[in-house]
């Protein structure tokens, strides 16, 4: 008998092409395949006598081969097979596309079940391509994998199909011992979930759609618990760990506040004071800082890290690039240039020191590493290449990483090899982030909203662009680049290669030929609008591609105002705060989530003048517009988000290759009773046994879990 542990290479019947191929979708052991669960079902249940079938149907019939014959088409660039099928009502046609071998397996007096589409040709009923399956004996009808009942669909890959899966599958299950159930009895009893024997069985060979659904639900819940435990034992742990309280004078505070230029608005002070909250406490915070582009998140971390450098500790700026990394440093001395205890900046281009008072100087990176180590050093910006092996921290308590929706344990690893304590954790996202994945996702993050723009913006004023109305919109832009304004165009999204697709092709959608496919479409969209549309303007492009210091100096010539339209793909640096940018330019809106679309839009409007968001679309479909049009409509980022989720799922919201987190629990997340119910059934076993002593099983699945999921 085969155990979940059991080697699918020490199992009969699967020779090394099934295992060569198993592997591409990391399936090793016979509990990997049997937790590669159908993502639909073909509805073959309905077995019908031949005489009963109707035009259009799905179903299956059963019955014996009485003829076979196969030939080429006549334009002979197809093999076809056919069979008559008979049974005691009558006969039908069946035929196959390119598969000659099928004449070898479909013989004449075979007893057959076919399922498949019943299709009218010439007043005569055929199926065409159906799934078959050759019976020995009647007494096989009722065991049937492939027809004649729910007929699970999984996710495939080149040479392995839904049907060899199920024919690998099936017989895994029928001598399988007894699986341990993991999951608490009472969590299965009050949820009404089915224990784990009978949910794997239902879930791949459902005898009815109820017990497929209560299989999918029960899995769903294991997936969603365990996130939750993980979730809340990292909490704890973090709780238990030590961290540098760092008090708030609050006189200097109102004073330094009384120096800005602008005053914060009321969730500004409210997500300060949290975070002021957090940085006083002995154990690290680990807090999310969500709002939308623009509210102004940035100089509420500044003010957070200024407060740790009142208390002579140093805190660290991590951005994803370069140049939303020299965006925050000039932010600091824009709005503190009185700030001298050492304010530095390190990218791979470039290192500098603020010592306040206008005096800055550029500095050897070996130079600045040693001034970082021996504490002059006090507030540190940069990307991620920070946290390196080479750089030192004399007393580093705070680090704020800038738009990444999750963080915290890769960093905090490695910055514990090289502090004694643990540092502080602060992350910024401009994606409002709805509740349900809060609750799940982001379930051991304490979390604060800005929910308002800054005061005296003016409200964006977006349009949707038919192809008809094209020619207008660009004569818009044009009068208002006249008028001394500036536009960001950004590039249709790429759309990701089906995995089908990238395996012909020889790719994956991260690689080299993928970024050339957006670099592609930046390269054509510059210069449509420079030599067609635009010749008289100053037009400029931007993509991942190009070298940082040609991306610094076209960002720098942009804020300048030396260049007037600035073409860049979704994914490149357009964060940077240029207050005359009044135009963002979209093309192919309608390949965007809503959540991204209203991001882009936040980009411009940091001015004073009336700004302008263009959602060019070549897309008639109703549902195109509708989506669209919540754009148009939307004066609150986390209501838009919660319907782009809606639409798009979580996988697409989050982005599925980042999130890493099981299919059946993604599709959960938008069932917020399965994501409340699993998230207390969690809390009630740690309440009682916070240590899993008392559930060995679980704590081992959890272990797993916890290394399979990369939230990174």
Known sequence: MATLTTPLSEIYGIG??????????????????????????????????????????????????????????????????????????????????????????????????????VVVSKNKFYLSNPVYEVLNNEDEISQTKHTGRLVPIYPETKGLTSKGIRYLVQPIIRDLEKIPEILPISALQKNNLPEINSAIRWIHFPESPKEAQAAKKRFAFEDLFCLQLSNIRQRLKLNAEKAVPVPTDMEWLKETLRGLPFELTISQKQSLWDILQDLQKPHPMNRLLQGDVGSGKTIVAALAALTAAKENKQSVFMAPTEILANQHYQTFIKFFPGFKKGLAIVTASEAKVFYGDGLEAKIKKSELLKEIASGKIKLIIGTHALIQKNIVFNDLVFVVIDEQHRFGVKQRAKLLKINKLVPHFLSMSATPIPRTLTLTIFGDLNLSTITELPKNRKAIITKIVAPANRDKAYAFIRDQVQKGRQVFVICPRIEIPSLEDQEKAGLSWRNQAFQNLEIKAVKEEYEKLNIKIFPDLEVAMLHGKMKAEEKELIMKQFKNGEIDVLVSTSVVEVGVDVPNAAIMMIEGAERFGLAQLYQFRGRVGRGGHQSFCFLFTDSSAQSTNQRLQSVVEAKNGLELAEKDLEIRGPGEFLGQNQAGIPDLAMKAVQNPDLVKTSRQAALEIIEKDPELNAHPLLKEKLEKFSKDIHLE
């Open 16 to 117: 090394p092409k099934f295992l060569d191929r198993l592997e591409k979708l990391g399936i090793k052991t016979a509990g990997d395949l049997l937790r590669h669960f159908p993502f639909r079902y073909d509805d073959f249940s309905q077995i019908c006598k031949i005489a009963e079938l109707k035009a259009g149907q799905q179903a299956t019939i059963q019955g014996t081969i009485t003829d076979v014959s196969s030939r080429r088409s006549w334009q002979r660039r197809m093999f076809l097979v056919e069979a008559f099928i008979s049974d005691e009502t009558g006969d039908i046609r069946a035929i196959w596309f390119n598969q000659p071998y099928l004449k070898n397996v479909l013989r004449e007096g075979k007893l057959v079940s076919l399922a498949g589409k």
